[in-house]
């Protein structure tokens, strides 16, 4: 594996039910992100970890949980979505001191 | 607040037409402007970064230029298969936060053979 994966690309779930979305990075880098994407909506930044501690929470609902376990692995819990929330979840990585951004190639979700 | 405003935002070429997407910015010192592109159902891809006003970078058919407020995307003779969403961030040279970037909702690109 290269880059960026990310599991499952596709994503079907009710309201109630509990869901995780996984991330690895194959770039040996000491950050990681989660950005939602909307249709018709610009990229929004959701969480950044610094190796391994969450240093950026952006006014995240509590049904989203992150988990950093270490620098290559990244979680999204989900829990008691609702319909809004269904769009493209995307991971990326970057060393820190450069800028640069890599992604992976997202997780579909739809929430029904 | 950084903001980012692309232009047009779909645009449709014939194969060899060239033209330009215009990324417009506002942000509080600009540490980076990156250009992404994203095929659908796909994560963006990197394309450039570009630090400094009258920077220019260049990959195939592309080329990224930079002023003091905006960015262009210059495409030269384009085929179909730079078909895509061409996506702009800024980041912001500002402490603790220099990693955030802001991005624009992006310009759809089609080219038809």
């Known amino acids: 594996e290269t880059g960026v994966t990310q599991t499952p690309r596709h994503l079907v779930m009710g309201m109630t039910n509990k869901k995780s979305l996984k991330c690895e990075q194959h770039l040996g880098h000491n950050a990681m992100y989660w950005y939602k994407q909307s249709a018709k909506k610009p990229l929004e930044l959701m969480f950044v970890?610094?190796?391994?501690?969450?240093?950026e929470n952006n006014s995240v609902p509590s049904r989203f949980s992150p988990e950093c376990p270490n620098s290559s692995h990244l979680f999204l819990h989900l829990h008691t979505l609702q319909p809004e929330d269904s769009a493209l979840y995307l991971c990326a990585s970057s060393q820190l001191g450069r800028e640069t951004q890599y992604f992976g190639p997202g997780t579909r979700l739809l929430v029904l | 607040e950084d903001q980012v405003t692309q232009s047009p935002e779909a645009l449709r070429l014939q194969e060899g037409e060239s033209s330009s997407l215009n990324c417009s910015y506002t942000?509080?010192?600009?540490?980076?402007l990156f250009w992404y592109r994203q095929d659908p159902g796909k994560g963006p891809e990197f394309l450039f970064t570009l630090y400094s006003a009258g920077e220019e970078k260049e990959k195939e058919r592309l080329k990224a230029t930079l002023t003091k407020k905006e960015s262009f995307l210059h495409i030269t003779a384009p085929k179909p298969e730079d078909s895509a969403t061409y996506l702009c961030a800024v980041q912001p040279n500002s402490g603790g936060s220099n990693y955030k970037l802001t991005f624009g909702k992006g310009t759809l690109l089609t080219v038809n053979p």
């Open positions: 942000v509080s010192g600009l540490r980076g």
């Open positions: 970890y610094n190796f391994k501690e969450q240093t």
